[in-house]
């Protein structure tokens, strides 16, 4: 099976424009960015609950879930994933202590 995040991303933003469709994607745009927001950090809670247990199935889930609010976010503020993946490649150029202190980032 081959289904990649860019797949994913076109499908979000497919369904968030249509007009007579009613899912979940669809309801959560309509509901706005705070409750999607809300969604994402819920969802990211019980990724971290699930990878301090055993059930690797249950992680897989929850990281699904993630990815796929994670997703619907950025759409709704309307960054393309594309974007987010060139920033990973720009700080991937160098180390990552580098990166850091590029930022000035002290954690």
Known sequence: MSFSLDE???IIHARR???TEKSYTKSL???GVPRIAKKFG???V???IAAL???KSALTGEVADVLYHLLVLLEAREIALSEVLSELQRRTSQSG???KASRG???
């Open 42 to 44: 819920e969802e990211a």
């Open 17 to 19: 424009g249509a007009a």
């Open 46 to 48: 019980e990724t971290v």
């Open 97 to 99: 202590l580098q990166e």
């Open 53 to 55: 247990g055993d059930d």
């Open 8 to 10: 994913l991303a076109e």
């Open 29 to 31: 745009f309509e509901a």
């Open 105 to 107: 980032d002290q954690r």
